[in-house]
């Protein structure tokens, strides 16, 4: 048992149960779903499905980090328990969250000053953030102590690599990610943009690719690009998707073909509603271990 808590944002995108079996706390950031507030629980309070049958409604969406006072609240029982805490944030270039985790860092020190709440940048996001948490939890479980497994996280986080794709760019252009008349000539001609995440935990779009049977084939030509070891890939490999399970399957079974010495069976989960507030349906992402992130 260690004498640590690992811990990160709900925007890590795996399950509840996954989180629960692997000791993983998980603190909740917040949506609005049509002026109503939710806490982003891993779909306990909205199924995925509702939320984004009602998004391809048209019902607005709005998203709200974790505050200062709401860090404070969340990491002070573990410190009343004598625990440390190492605590893993939903990426910068995304989101502001990591400032304030510290700065409740800083606050809670002056109660306990006796214990350490080290909180670390992941660079990442969704089930990308999920991958490298999951080993994190290895990682724990072989003995590494909290100061140890901070700089284990720091010195490995830009080596997961995240990939995604759209068939939908109508929530990309509310969001100001794509313009109106990108989105209508990329609609008119079958375009399904390709993203990644660079170095600074930003989503970059990289390629834009006619027809979705193209993008899902390259997708996977890319992980066959950048894994560790190539085809020889031997690390797990997880996807998520919103509401387009049937594409993620398609990758995932892309994926297994593709790299036989896979850890078992690629993992498929949903992406959840603080993410998927901004990425609407229609999305898939892949995520592997590979050479660190450069650009």
């Known amino acids: 048992m260690s004498d640590y808590v ?59 980090q974790v505050s200062i006072g709401e860090y404070v609240d969340y990491f002070t029982p573990f410190l ?26 800083l606050i809670v020190k002056e109660r306990f000053p006796e214990r350490n709440v080290y909180v670390v940048d992941s660079l990442g996001a969704s089930s990308g953030y999920g991958l490298l948490m999951d080993r994190a939890a290895d990682k724990r479980d072989e003995g590494l102590s909290a100061e140890e497994l901070a700089k284990w996280v720091e010195e490995n986080r830009l080596k997961v690599h995240h990939w995604f794709f759209s068939t939908d760019l109508s929530f990309y252009v509310k969001g100001g990610r794509v313009s109106k008349t990108a989105a209508f000539f990329g609609g008119m001609l079958d375009i399904c943009p390709l993203l990644n995440m660079d170095n600074l935990g930003r989503l970059i779009p990289r390629y834009k690719i006619r027809t979705k049977k ?58 959840g509603t603080t993410i998927g507030s901004h990425t609407g349906p229609g999305t898939v992402a892949l995520f592997f271990w590979g050479s660190e992130r450069v650009n």
């Not at 990160?8 to 079996?21: G, K, R, V």
């Not at 939903?90 to 860092?105: D, P």
């Not at 560790?228 to 890939?233: A, N, Q, S, V």
């Open 6 to 64: 690992l811990s990160c944002c709900s925007t890590a995108d795996l399950t509840h149960e996954h989180f629960e079996s692997r000791d993983i706390h998980y603190i909740c950031f917040h949506y609005f779903l049509d002026e109503k507030e939710y806490p982003d629980d891993l779909g306990q309070s909205v199924p995925f499905d509702q939320f984004y049958d009602a998004m391809s409604k048209g019902a607005d969406t709005r998203t709200a």
């Open 80 to 105: 009343e328990q004598g625990k440390d805490i190492v605590h893993v944030s939903l990426s910068s270039g995304l989101s502001g969250t990591v400032n304030a985790a510290r700065n409740a860092a």
């Open 214 to 271: 193209k993008v899902i084939r390259t997708i996977v030509d890319k992980m066959e690009e950048c894994a560790r070891d190539g085809l020889d890939y031997d690390g797990k490999c997880y996807i998520c998707n919103s509401a387009c399970l049937a594409d993620a399957r398609q990758v995932a079974d892309l994926v297994e073909a593709r790299f036989p010495k896979l850890n078992g069976k690629v993992e498929i989960y949903n992406i």
